[in-house]
């Protein structure tokens, strides 16, 4: 017979919950990222090629501004290629988990290995971009912006662990109720 209150099933659709919100607040981040990654590239005019190198930078200057100016342009583009990867990505995770959450199709594993790695990537990230602006001696402008970003950062890795953490726990209780027979939704 199926209790309406057995603990399992209050944890499963506790932990299905979680994981939706999850998802939606990953993918939510990953349009947040790109956006404000544009905003960055319109408002503050970079030279690419003078932040890797120098040197380089100088020599590539006497070939002249056009070629110059185009190999700057193709490391924009790298950049926003990596920036789309990143969200196609995120959205694979939010969307897997969300679908998962409904148990209306099986999900591999692959999403849950992503979110534990994209959500640990950008955790440590963040806490080290905090550590070493506080130990540089930067303006008070750029000290809020980075700031924001690395709060932003930490709560988009804290939502990619929650989702992975939800996600295991969430398997452990359908396979739980499912052997107790007491599952509602399969697989």
Do not use: C, P
Not at 63 to 78: E, K, Q, R, T, V
Not at 95 to 104: G, L, M, Q, Y
């Amino acid at each position: 017979m199926i209790t309406e209150n057995d603990l399992y099933q209050i944890k499963y659709r506790r932990m299905a919950h979680n994981m939706s919100v999850s998802g939606a607040a990953v993918i939510a981040f990953g349009a947040w990222s790109i956006l404000r990654s544009i905003l960055y590239f319109i408002f503050h005019h970079i030279d690419f090629i003078t932040v890797f190198d120098k040197e380089s930078a100088k020599m590539l200057e006497t070939l002249g501004n056009h070629i110059y100016g185009a190999l700057n342009a193709a490391i924009l583009l790298f950049f926003v290629a990596f920036l789309v990867i990143d969200l196609l990505l995120r959205y694979y995770v939010g969307r897997s988990a969300i679908t998962d959450a409904k148990a209306s199709k099986k999900k591999t594993v692959l999403y849950i290995i992503l979110a534990l790695i994209m959500g640990f990537g950008l955790v440590t990230d963040s806490v080290s971009d905090i550590v070493s602006h506080f130990s540089d001696d930067i303006s008070e402008k750029i000290v809020y912006e980075v700031m924001t970003s690395a709060v932003i950062d930490l709560t988009s890795g804290f939502a990619f662990l929650e989702l992975a953490l939800s996600s295991i726990a969430a398997r452990m209780y359908r396979k739980k109720l499912k052997a107790e027979g007491k599952m509602i939704h399969t697989d």
